[in-house]
T-cell receptor, first 111, second 109 residues
Framework: DTEVTQTPKHLVMGMTNKKSLKCEQHMGHRAMYWYKQKAKKPPELMFV???????INESVPSRFSPECPNSSLLNLHLHALQPEDSALYLCASSLGYGEQFFGPGTRLTVL | SQQGEEDPQALSIQEGENATMNCSYKTSINNLQWYRQNSGRGLVHLILIRSNEREKHSGRLRVTLDTSKKSSSLLITASRAADTASYFC?????????FGPGTSLSVIP
């Protein structure tokens, strides 16, 4: 299985809501990533988990909270988001270097 | 700051023509990767070239790397309408990959 899955595909939330994005892979990859992508821009790295430990945090606001329950799962908890946080959120996995496998993304709209 | 910078930002060609995209980066790298993204979807890995390689081929793709100039190019030969997408270079340092701003390619049937 060479697929990274993400749920939900679309999410609309208010600024006071709490929601979570989910990502799953079964390729035995030990590194997992969250990226944020605005329209017509490249993906921006938010977090990297390596062997289930947070190894890179690109100074992302605390209203985004990552969690890696095990080597196959990666969550992104969202709380008190702002309209400017509306974007495509991409999950990816890799062996820890080289080719990254991306999920289809979650399209987030914050009202 | 972004590791990769791409040129051109947008490219429109006729089907059957070749498309060339260029990427420049700033620091030492372990490898450089190219990805494709169809509108609003996840990225797809195209090719990886290691820092000690100068050229690599994969099907209709040809990638070059010049570490002395800190630059790379992606050539797509005999383009097809299905090649219409955004293309990102992604230099990888010791700990992460940073995506360049991308080239938007339109292939007109």
């Amino acid at each position: 299985d060479t697929e990274v899955t993400q749920t939900p595909k679309h999410l609309v939330m208010g600024m006071t809501n709490k929601k979570s994005l989910k990502c799953e892979q079964h390729m035995g990859h030990r590194a997992m990533y969250w990226y944020k992508q605005k329209a017509k821009k490249p993906p921006e790295l938010m977090f990297v988990y390596s062997y289930e430990k947070l190894s890179i945090n690109e100074s992302v606001p605390s209203r985004f909270s990552p969690e890696c329950p095990n080597s196959s799962l990666l969550n992104l908890h969202l709380h008190a988001l702002q309209p400017e946080d509306s974007a495509l959120y991409l999950c990816a996995s890799s062996l820890g270097y080289g080719e990254q496998f991306f999920g289809p993304g979650t399209r987030l709209t914050v009202l | 700051s972004q590791q990769g910078e791409e040129d051109p930002q947008a490219l429109s060609i006729q089907e059957g023509e070749n498309a060339t995209m260029n990427c420049s980066y700033k620091t030492s790298i372990n490898n450089l990767q190219w990805y494709r993204q169809n509108s609003g979807r996840g990225l797809v890995h195209l090719i990886l070239i290691r820092s000690n390689e100068r050229e690599k081929h994969s099907g209709r793709l040809r990638v070059t790397l010049d570490t002395s100039k800190k630059s790379s190019s992606l050539l797509i030969t005999a383009s097809r309408a299905a090649d219409t997408a955004s293309y990102f270079c992604a230099p990888e340092t010791y700990d992460k990959v940073i995506f360049g701003p991308g080239t938007s390619l339109s292939v007109i049937p």
